[in-house]
């Protein structure tokens, strides 16, 4: 299992540029870079139509693909290249979005993580296509306005719940998976650290805030991470070949998921009505987790 590590323990060298295209504020970026550091001078960096291009200034080989749904099966053939180079020390990263993740990658992901093929995959997400001007996806929190979701008298922002593809990637039995924070890097560094030495599949899923997208100030972005962390809409955990489960944080008390909404200019439609279905929901599923701490997880 996966141990924090201190934010003084991260390599200085820098290896991503400070001048880049992302938004103020972008989170994503945030994780782009302490991948880089954790991952140094092995990490072959792949990814596709996402915001991820605008902070690719990296040193690490870096290759996009144009195919949005292709990640999986690209992340894959660079994996069996380097095997077939004896490289089997580069450590093939995909650095995908939510969209290339949980809807057009996830037939892709679900074969790369079936087959148990040598690639670490990272999903920043951001809960939206951010690139394209904000279009829901299927990891969109409900009731959240976007682009393709308004508000208005016959809607009420996204009408579906957030897909839980990181128990959908853990019930392929991988040998890891885990979700992180960038509010929390010394959890994230961690589990960097503990998945960059296993072999076969290997799956993170960062919340990232976007201060475009869900309309805050980019200062806060930090904060609203911690804050979903803190009232159970983001919960941090690890399970290991699709059977050991562990909380890797667990907040003494749950805050009201309403303070965190409420700091989101794409929940400022929502009503109390809307706000007790969002914290049922929550509640009912932290409490799944808490039940199974420990334990095997399916």
């Known amino acids: 299992m996966s141990k924090p590590v201190p934010l003084v323990k991260l390599d200085e060298k820098e290896y991503i540029a400070a001048a880049n295209q992302s938004c103020q504020g972008c989170t ?24 991820g291009p605008a ?10 693909g144009e195919v949005f749904e292709g990640a999986g099966a690209m992340s894959t053939g660079l994996a069996h290249a380097f095997k077939r180079m004896n490289r089997e020390d580069a450590i093939v990263t995909t650095i995908v979005g939510d969209g290339g ?63 839980n593809v990181a128990a959908m990637v853990a019930l392929h039995r991988v040998p890891y998976m885990a979700t ?19 072999k076969g599949f290997r799956f993170i899923q960062i919340s990232a805030p976007c201060p475009t997208g869900w309309r805050f100030e ?26 050991g489960f562990r ?30 279905d969002t914290q049922d929901d929550v509640t009912a599923y932290w409490n799944r987790l808490i039940a199974k701490d420990g334990k095997e997880f399916f």
């Not at 902070?55 to 996009?64: C, D, R, T, V």
């Not at 690639?119 to 929190?141: F, H, K, P």
């Not at 409900?142 to 979701?149: D, I, S």
């Not at 944080?249 to 009503?271: A, S, W």
């Open 218 to 243: 980019p200062q806060y972005a930090v904060k609203i991470a911690k804050e979903m962390v803190l009232s159970g809409m983001w919960p941090l955990y690890e399970v290991i070949n699709g059977e």
């Open 247 to 276: 909380i890797t944080y667990k907040p003494k008390e749950l805050k009201p998921v309403k303070d965190v909404l409420k700091m989101q200019g794409r929940f400022r439609h929502i009503t109390e009505d809307e706000i007790k």
């Open 101 to 163: 993740t949980t809807d057009i990658g996830f037939q892709g992901l679900s074969g790369a993580a079936e087959r148990n093929e040598n690639v670490l995959w990272i999903c920043y997400d951001n809960e939206a296509y951010m690139n394209t001007g904000g279009q829901r996806s299927s990891a969109t929190s409900k009731y959240a306005e976007t682009t393709t979701t308004p508000v208005g008298e016959f809607s009420r922002g996204k009408k579906e719940r957030k897909k």
């Open 28 to 51: 994503g970026a945030s994780v782009a870079r302490i991948v880089a550091k954790v991952l140094k001078d092995k990490m072959v960096r792949q990814e596709v139509a996402c915001c």
């Open 180 to 198: 992180a924070s960038i509010a929390y890097p010394e959890d994230f560094i961690g589990k960097l650290e503990y998945a960059k030495n296993i």
């Open 55 to 64: 902070f690719g200034n990296l040193e690490q080989p870096s290759i996009y």
